[in-house]
C-alpha cells in the first residue's frame, strides 16, 4: 500500500485543531492541487472562497449548525459551483448573439466539479499532516449565505472544508467503520438490495464497529440525527432555491 492510499484509508474528519498555524505555501499546495482535480471541459465550474476574516468565521460558525469549531480553524475554504464566469464570458464575447442562462444541467456539472475539487484539497492536506472537516450545512439558510459571500445568481455552495493541524486525540481518535464494498458495489445494472441483504449490512457494519445496539440500533440513531432531525427542513428548503436561481432567466437582465 503506498502513501496515497494509506492516507486515504486512514483519513478521518479533525474538529480539534492544534494552536500551529498552516504554513502559506502549504495552503498555497492545496489550493493548487484542488484546482488540478478533473474537472467537466476543463472549463473549472467552481470557484473557492478563501476566509480569513474572523467575523465571517464566526458567522459561519453559528449559521453552519452552531459549530464552533469553524471559527477557530487556521483554514477555512468554501467551494462554491459557478457558472457564472463562463455565463459572464459569454455574454461579452458574444453580446450580439441571444445567449442562454445557465439551467439545471449546468448547475449538476458545476456541482460535481466543486466537490471533486475539493476532495482534491482533502488529499494534499492529509499528505501534509493536515486534518479537515466537510461542512455541508453550507448549502442551507439560502439568504444569509448568499448575502454574507456575494454570491451572484449562478453560483452556490457546495461544501466548506475547515482544516488545521490536529490535536493528539484527534489523530488517534478511531476512524468510523465504512460499509463493506460487497453493499456498494454492483456489476453492469444497479442492485436494489433485499431486506435480508439490508439487516445483513447493517449488522455487520455495526459488529465491526462494536456498536452493542446492533444494525437496527445504527440505523435508528441515523434516522433521528439526519432523517427527522429538524434542519432537513431548512437543507431542503434552501437546497431547492440555489437549484431553481439557476433555472430562472438572469436577474440582471
Not at 18 to 46: C, F, H, R, V, W
Not at 243 to 249: A, D, I
Amino acid at each position: 500500500m503506498n502513501d496515497v492510499i494509506k492516507g486515504l484509508f486512514e483519513r478521518k474528519s479533525v474538529r480539534v485543531y492544534s494552536d500551529e498555524m498552516i504554513e502559506e505555501d502549504k495552503k498555497k499546495l492545496i489550493i493548487d492541487a484542488a484546482i488540478q482535480a478533473p474537472t467537466a471541459g476543463n472549463m473549472t465550474l467552481y470557484s473557492i472562497i478563501d476566509v480569513e476574516d474572523q467575523e465571517i468565521k464566526e458567522k459561519l460558525a453559528k449559521s453552519c449548525d452552531n459549530q464552533p469549531f469553524i471559527a477557530k480553524a487556521p483554514l477555512v475554504l468554501i467551494f462554491v459551483a459557478d457558472y457564472q464566469k463562463w455565463y459572464d464570458a459569454f455574454k461579452y464575447y458574444h453580446g450580439d448573439k441571444e445567449v442562454r442562462s445557465p439551467s439545471y444541467g449546468d448547475f449538476l456539472l458545476a456541482y460535481s466539479d466543486a466537490l471533486i475539487a475539493a476532495q482534491n484539497a482533502v488529499v494534499a492536506a492529509e499528505s501534509m499532516g493536515i486534518g479537515s472537516c466537510f461542512i455541508g450545512d453550507i448549502i442551507e439558510q439560502y439568504e444569509f449565505h448568499r448575502e454574507l459571500l456575494n454570491l451572484p445568481q449562478y453560483t452556490a455552495p457546495v461544501g466548506m472544508l475547515v482544516m488545521g493541524y490536529p490535536t493528539l486525540q484527534q489523530k488517534n481518535r478511531v476512524k468510523p467503520m465504512r460499509f463493506d464494498s460487497e453493499y456498494v458495489v454492483s456489476k453492469n445494472r444497479y442492485e436494489r438490495l433485499s431486506d435480508e441483504k439490508l439487516v445483513e449490512m447493517f449488522d455487520d457494519r455495526a459488529t465491526r464497529a462494536n456498536k452493542t445496539s446492533g444494525g437496527k440500533g445504527y440505523v435508528d440513531d441515523i434516522y433521528k440525527r439526519k432523517w427527522t432531525n429538524p434542519f432537513i427542513e431548512e437543507m431542503t428548503r434552501s437546497s431547492k432555491l440555489w437549484f431553481e436561481q439557476w433555472g430562472k432567466e438572469d436577474e440582471e437582465s
